[in-house]
Nanobody, 121 residues
Framework: QVHLLESGGDSVQPGGSLRLSCAVKGSFWRVDFMAWYRQAPGKERELVARIHNNTPQTYADSVRGRFTISRDMAKEEVYLQMDSLKTEDTAKYFC???????????????WGQGIQVTVSS
């Protein structure tokens, strides 16, 4: 079974930094796309950043210049470096991946369980 394992969530003061990590676990053929989403209470889930292979594609306007998505292709891990954190960044962050479990299989989406990031003074 393929699943996504997230880590790095924590509580931090405004202006601080965190790095989230997400590892693809289990048996699979290839990971094409990975992304980070977040959802705050009372708000819809939103895309934070997306990466294809080792090329970042998309950043939300609210995080551009502060967050950086990257990927270790050998380890099949994706990272979200979050700097200059604001209280508005407080949310549950979800890892997302589009994966071929076998070369003959279609591309399938997977979600992590989500990890909490809290920014407060």
């Amino acid at each position: 079974q393929v699943h996504l394992l997230e880590s790095g969530g924590d509580s931090v003061q405004p202006g601080g930094s965190l790095r989230l990590s997400c590892a693809v676990k289990g048996s699979f053929w290839r990971v094409d796309f990975m992304a980070w989403y977040r959802q705050a209470p009372g708000k819809e889930r939103e895309l934070v950043a997306r990466i294809h292979n080792n090329t970042p594609q998309t950043y939300a306007d609210s995080v551009r210049g502060r967050f950086t998505i990257s990927r270790d292709m050998a380890k099949e891990e994706v990272y979200l470096q979050m700097d200059s954190l604001k209280t508005e960044d407080t949310a549950k962050y979800f890892c997302y991946a589009e994966i071929k479990t076998e070369w003959t299989s279609p591309l399938t989406t997977f979600w992590g369980q989500g990890i909490q990031v809290t920014v407060s003074s």
